[in-house]
């Protein structure tokens, strides 16, 4: 449990105090410490998250965390590649806390911001969706969205979110594909609507302060 984790993670940080490094530099290599740092920053963009959902083994979440974020495959096989789970979730902690926005991947226009990513289903905000002609689309459901127009009429037919129906969605900036808004078809159901983006039309803006405060620059994009 995260209970066990955050009871490692007070040990660790009494024992640093016998030593001549302060806290902070033990944090870094503490992995039940970063466990629970980057649990605590999935928390909040996956509100239906619990403890017991997520494996004990630091090594093992990490892995976890990998797949469910929505992430390039470059950027998921570098992660993997990581010899160490303390590297793996200092890594992921760093993407986590930087994330600000989504943008079209294409144009790089604002899309949504991190605050309006959304569980519709109990495996995370994100999952893998098949249509009829077998092209899986890894879909990130949001509250709201930003500069995107519809296209076409809404239909029920082959909807991956039963009692919902599908829009085609086109970014405003430069038409390309990003997913689909999806519509309640009875006022019973809650949310009346929220927006599925494909992964693949979406690029994360990432908030860098210390390069910020450096002079080198302020923003990142990591392609997701």
Known sequence: MLIRHKEKC??????????????????????????????????????K??????????????????ARLPLSNDLKLRLIRLR?????????Y???????????????RLVAHRKDV????????????????????ETLTLHKA?????????????????GYKWTICHCRGCSRHMGWKFTATTP??????????TRSALQSKIEDHDLASSGVGVNRFLII
């Open 94 to 108: 760093g993407i986590l806390s930087k994330w600000t926005t989504l943008n079209c991947s294409n144009c790089s």
């Open 146 to 162: 930003h500069s995107l127009f519809l296209a076409g009429v809404p239909s029920e037919q082959d909807s991956w979110f039963p």
């Open 188 to 197: 019973d159901y809650k949310p009346q609507s929220f927006w599925g983006l």
């Open 49 to 66: 998250l619990q403890p017991q959902q997520c494996p004990q083994d630091p090594t093992e979440f990490s892995f976890y965390v990998i």
């Open 84 to 92: 160490s789970p303390e590297q793996r979730l200092r890594c992921l």
């Open 10 to 47: 007070r040990r660790t940080q009494m024992a640093a105090y016998s030593t001549s490094w302060p806290p902070w530099v033990y944090r870094q290599y503490d992995v039940h410490y970063l466990r629970v740092v980057v649990f605590e920053q999935m928390s909040k963009w996956h509100g």
């Open 118 to 137: 959304f569980s519709m289903s109990a495996s995370g905000p994100m999952a893998a969706y098949v249509n009829p002609g077998g092209i899986v689309h």
